[in-house]
């Protein structure tokens, strides 16, 4: 069997103007917290703020080569061991199955790297594609933060998941089977 060539990487300078279209796509846009178009000078600003932060790190996610999607950690808490993530493939003609590739490699990063204890995602109650993925790579409903979200003038609920240590080998040995 042959590995898939897939890496993550810290975002860079070059990348910039790739994210920038990216996050700003409809399709992206729609299911994140903040969903205004963002202002170049914006987008310098936080990646600028990146540079300097200790909690917070940005990865492209590649395969073969070619930038396929972003992986975001950030509020790093060291006293409890725990971050959150959030992540998006930006090309729409990303292959099949690159989700779980870049999930494995950002999981993996938090667990073995950073050794952290709890990684927490969150998603936008309407969003089951990001529902079904989480699920889907072993992460735990924790709960439900209702009306959490303005935006567009009504409340949205978001959907709480974690991914604990303790579960990163059995997830770990399911993720290698499907995307290695
Ligand atoms: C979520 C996302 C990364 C998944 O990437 P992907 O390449 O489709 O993922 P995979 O092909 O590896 O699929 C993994 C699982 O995700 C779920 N999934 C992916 N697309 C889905 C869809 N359109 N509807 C429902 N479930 C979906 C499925 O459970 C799937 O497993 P399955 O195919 O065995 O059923 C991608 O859809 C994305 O970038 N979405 C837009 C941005 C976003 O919502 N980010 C998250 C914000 S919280």
Redesign the pocket.
């Known amino acids: 069997m042959t590995s898939p060539n897939i890496l993550l990487r810290p975002v860079e300078e070059r990348d910039l103007e790739l994210l920038l279209a990216w996050r700003n796509s409809e399709?992206?846009r729609a299911?994140?917290y903040t969903d205004h178009i963002i202002t170049w000078e914006e987008h310098r600003s936080w990646f600028e703020r990146l540079t300097r932060d200790k909690e917070s790190f940005a990865f492209i996610f590649e395969a073969e080569g070619r930038p396929l999607?972003v992986v975001n950690l950030n509020h790093m808490d060291r006293a409890n061991n725990r971050c959150h993530w959030?992540?998006?493939?930006g090309e729409t003609d990303?292959p099949?199955?690159?989700?779980?590739?870049?999930a494995y490699l950002a999981l993996r990063h938090v667990f073995e790297e950073l050794k952290l204890h709890k990684v927490i995602?969150?998603?936008?109650a309407f969003?089951?594609?990001?529902i079904?993925?989480h699920?889907?790579l072993g992460f735990s409903r924790e709960g439900q933060l209702v009306e959490h979200v303005f935006r567009d003038g009504s409340y949205l609920d978001v959907i709480c998941f974690a991914l604990l240590s303790r579960d990163w080998p059995r997830v770990k040995a399911s993720l290698e089977k499907k995307c290695l």
């Open positions: 399709r992206i299911n994140m999607g959030g992540f998006y493939l990303a099949k199955g690159s989700g779980t590739q870049m995602g969150e998603a936008l969003n089951s594609a990001s079904a993925y699920e889907k």
